[in-house]
């Protein structure tokens, strides 16, 4: 065990069940811990970094967390403060609810039957006495290998077809945006470190393509003037062209004079200025200054 690591990290995440390698990391400073570095060696485990500010990419975990609190908000206001001891309470009922995308609970994937909790075992004990099941150990084990091999095989197919369905929900809407290296863009900042900055950061400039919805930008003289950034933080930069007005004409061609800048010519100015009426009630100075 770490030396210094909180006994509730141990207790909750490590738990009883064993790392399942790879997995996904998010670029945050709890999870870029010398502490949590260590574990993942010697638990064995690889991992990749996610898109910053990009949760599609480690959605499954993002969805579990946002269930997970809102678990925690539902305890009661006494129970909530202490939700770290009740932890494996809320994880024990989350992993026992069959998952819609797998149509398994995490329990039935992982031991091959459904879990008997506190109700089950109350519920068993009104409708039937409880007795110890007598099964020979080897029926046990080939069973249990039968339903486990039926189970991952139903899963894989229904979370395949959610994934299809989700798929196309989401390409209803989404367009595939290219960018080229040296095209300016502007970046979207979704965390402001000041209330009325505004969320769009640049001109920035596109270095290369790193795949296929991630390109590298340069930031210019930032701290961290490489980032590698997911395509829906971008949108094109454009130039303001410089507007220059000029008049044409063909060669040979007499230039001609447009007669709305002749309009108050002095000719006709003179006819204008006779055409006035004044008023009787303005005097002679008034008239002259007129």
């Known amino acids: 065990m770490l030396v210094g690591a909180p006994p509730a ?5 490590r738990g009883r069940w064993p790392w399942r390698p790879p997995a996904a990391r998010v670029r945050m400073t709890p999870f870029m811990s010398a502490y949590l570095k260590a574990m993942w060696k010697e638990c064995g485990v690889t991992y990749k ?8 990419t480690n959605e499954l975990v993002e969805r579990f967390n946002k269930t997970l609190k ?8 006494k129970l909530r403060r202490r939700w770290d001891v009740l932890l494996p309470c809320l994880l024990f009922a989350y992993r026992e609810v069959p998952q819609k995308g797998v149509g398994f609970s995490p329990f039935e994937l992982l ?3 459904p879990v008997r909790g506190p109700l ?6 009104w409708e039937q006495p409880l007795k110890a099941p007598k099964q020979d150990i080897v ?3 080939l069973g249990l290998r039968s339903r486990m091999a039926e189970y991952l095989k139903k899963a894989s197919k229904n979370l395949q077809a959610s994934q299809e369905l989700q798929k196309q929900w989401h390409d209803q809407k989404a367009v595939l945006i290219q960018y080229q290296p040296g095209q300016k863009v502007w970046v979207l900042e979704p965390v402001a470190p000041r209330a009325l900055q505004d969320k769009w950061s ?3 400039i596109i270095v290369e393509k790193k795949r296929e919805v991630t390109y590298l930008v340069d930031f210019g003289h930032a701290r961290s003037h490489l980032r590698v950034l997911h395509v829906n933080r971008l949108k094109p930069y454009y130039d303001r062209a410089d507007l220059t007005l000029l008049m044409a004409t063909d060669e040979g061609q007499e230039e001609e004079s447009d007669h709305l ?5 002095s000719t006709e100015q003179d006819a204008l200025v006779e055409g006035v009426v004044l008023a009787d009630c303005l005097t002679a100075e008034q008239k002259d200054h007129l």
Not at 9 to 13: D, L, T
Not at 51 to 56: E, G, I, L, N, S
Not at 70 to 77: A, D, S, V
Not at 261 to 265: C, K
């Open 70 to 77: 809102g678990m925690i908000m539902g305890l009661p206001e």
């Open 49 to 56: 970094f996610t898109t910053p500010y990009h949760p599609q």
């Open 120 to 125: 089950t075992l109350v519920k068993e004990g």
């Open 9 to 13: 990290c141990w207790r909750c995440s």
């Open 202 to 204: 640049g001109p920035h």
């Open 261 to 265: 800048l002749d309009l108050f010519s």
């Open 139 to 141: 029926d046990y084990v």
């Open 111 to 113: 031991f091959g039957h």
